[in-house]
Structure formats: structure tokens, C-alpha cells
């Protein structure tokens, strides 16, 4: 096997290593704070208002250039809501031209591609790594939720049987428990407090977060505010089914976990093998690469690579 190779291999596995022992040692030491506390009441202990706790939270940035770039890229701005980063839209802009560009010099430079499949692939590269990555941060809050809102029902409950009124329980909820749940939650509460009504608040959530638990929550306390009726017990049965579902889950990623575990190898192999071939020789593309039909059937085989791993993760993940 090439030696260069081998010390390529061993540096990456090296590199990981090390890492991975600086992040677990920050850990060890550190521990996770935000498992203990919300950023929501960070804020609040800090020296900001809670008007601009609000505006943090909402992501309320007023300049030109910002509005600008949620009115092109309105997705884009409502997935980076929904993965509770507090970032701008137009940040995530900047940061997807200079992924784009940094990755067209590279693959201009460092391969024998045509212009046009450099551009191609910068424009890919460049706005395919940031979205993955609210993506996976919305997945995983999304997740959290699921896990917390249960607890969070129960609390509200526990609350109102005392005799608290709702925008109390909610309250308890968003100073007693952490991220996602507690912030979200605690600002709802804020809203209220500063002038919105119940269903207006309610509403708002429903439209950060756009989890269905969520939403089946908001329905359920907007019917019972519009018609009456006890309101604890409602929400009490819609925890139980909640944390059915949860259980139920969890229990069905246990068992499709060696199918999704073989669905990444195999989606991620190909990209891996061309990417090595690219950079560890060069030349083993230069032969057809200047073909007419180098292009055309590289996009149909990508397109097929795409479907079939469509096909692969929807086969291995489940509504529950």
C-alpha cells in the first residue's frame, strides 16, 4: 500500500483522537451548563433587559442588509429558528459564500475539473454544509422537545391543580427547566407579560419551534380557553400519549439502528472514495474528464446515488 497514504490515514485518525480526549477532557473538568440552566434566565442574571433578552431570543435584527436577506432566503431563515441558534440569516449567508468560493479555488486549483463543475461543485459544497448543519441541530432540538415536553406537561398540571393560572404553570416551567423547552417556553411567558394574549403567544411558539407536540399542546389549551373545561386533566392525558410515543420511538430506532448505521456507510462511501482518488492522485480523472460525456453521466449517476439513499433512509426511519 502507498506510504503516503498510510501517513495520511495516520494523521486523520491522530488528528480525531486528539479532539476527541481535548472534549472529553473539557467535559471532565467543565461540565455541560446548559443541561442545568437555560440561556433565557443566563440572560436574565446578566446585564441585559428583558426587552433585549426578547429581541435576542426572536432574533430581531432591524438593519437593512438583514431584512434583505430573510426576504430572499425565508426557508432558510424559519430552519434557523427552528435550530435555535441565535445567528442572523444574513450571517449564514456570508458564511455560504465564502464556503462556496473557498471551495471553487480549491477544486480549481487541486483538480483538473472544467470551470463550470468547479462552480458547480463550490455552489453545492457551499450551501449543502450549512444546511446540513441546521438540519441536524433542528433534528436534535426537535428531539428535545420530544423528550422534555412531557415533563413540562406534567409540571404545568402539577401547577394549575394547585390553583395557579395557566401563564403561571408556564412560567414555573420556564424557570425550572433547561433548553430547548425552558427558553421557548420562557418566552412565551414574556410575551404575555408584555401585552399579547394567551392565543397570540401560543401561536408564536407554535410557529418557532413547528414541532406537532407543540402544536397538538396549543390546540388543546386554545380549545379549552375558548370553551372551558378542566384543563389540567386534558393535558395530563396528552402527556401520557406523548411519552408513549417517545418510548415507542426509541424503540424503534434501537431496531432500525443497524440498517441506518449501513445506510450512512453506504451513502458516504462513494464521496469518500472520490475525494481520496482527487487528492491522492490527480491524473485518475484527467483521461476522461475533458469527455463530452463525463459531465452528464456524472450528474446521472450522482442523481441515482441521491434516490437511492432517499429510498435507503426512509425504509430505516419511522413516524411514530
Avoid: W
Avoid at 124 to 143: C, D, E, Q, S, Y
Amino acid at each position: 500500500m502507498d506510504s503516503k497514504f498510510l501517513f495520511l490515514l495516520a494523521m486523520f485518525v491522530s488528528t480525531l483522537l486528539l479532539i476527541q480526549g481535548i472534549y472529553y477532557f473539557y467535559l471532565s473538568v467543565k461540565g455541560i451548563p446548559s443541561e442545568k440552566i437555560n440561556r433565557r434566565l443566563i440572560m436574565h442574571r446578566s446585564s441585559f433587559s428583558n426587552a433585549q433578552v426578547m429581541s435576542i431570543l426572536r432574533r430581531e435584527q432591524d438593519g437593512p442588509m438583514e431584512k434583505v436577506a430573510k426576504n430572499l432566503f425565508p426557508r432558510l431563515d424559519n430552519l434557523i429558528t427552528q435550530s435555535g441558534l441565535i445567528v442572523s440569516t444574513l450571517q449564514i449567508t456570508i458564511v455560504i459564500v465564502i464556503l462556496g468560493f473557498a471551495t471553487f479555488v480549491i477544486t480549481s486549483f487541486l483538480s483538473g475539473f472544467h470551470l463550470l463543475a468547479c462552480i458547480a461543485i463550490g455552489i453545492g459544497v457551499g450551501i449543502a454544509i450549512p444546511v446540513i448543519f441546521l438540519k441536524i441541530k433542528t433534528h436534535n432540538r426537535m428531539r428535545h422537545f420530544s423528550r422534555q415536553l412531557p415533563d413540562a406537561l406534567d409540571l404545568i398540571v402539577r401547577s394549575l391543580k394547585a390553583g395557579h393560572p395557566i401563564n403561571a404553570a408556564m412560567g414555573l416551567v420556564a424557570n425550572e427547566m433547561a433548553d430547548p423547552i425552558g427558553s421557548e417556553f420562557g418566552l412565551t411567558v414574556d410575551e404575555m407579560t408584555y401585552g399579547n394574549d394567551l392565543r397570540e403567544a401560543l401561536s408564536n411558539l407554535a410557529e418557532r419551534v413547528r414541532h406537532p407536540d407543540i402544536r397538538y399542546m396549543v390546540v388543546t389549551i386554545e380549545i379549552q380557553h375558548a370553551t372551558g373545561g378542566n384543563l389540567a386533566e386534558v393535558l395530563a392525558g396528552l402527556a401520557a400519549i406523548m411519552r408513549g410515543r417517545v418510548r415507542m420511538f426509541a424503540r424503534i430506532r434501537s431496531l432500525s439502528a443497524e440498517g441506518r448505521f449501513s445506510a450512512y456507510i453506504v451513502s458516504a462511501l462513494p464521496f469518500l472514495v472520490f475525494i481520496l482518488l482527487t487528492f491522492l492522485s490527480p491524473e485518475y480523472f484527467s483521461d476522461v474528464s475533458n469527455d463530452k460525456l463525463y459531465l452528464p453521466l456524472l450528474s446521472i449517476a450522482f442523481c441515482q446515488l441521491m434516490l437511492g439513499n432517499y429510498i435507503m433512509f426512509k425504509m430505516v426511519n419511522f413516524k411514530v
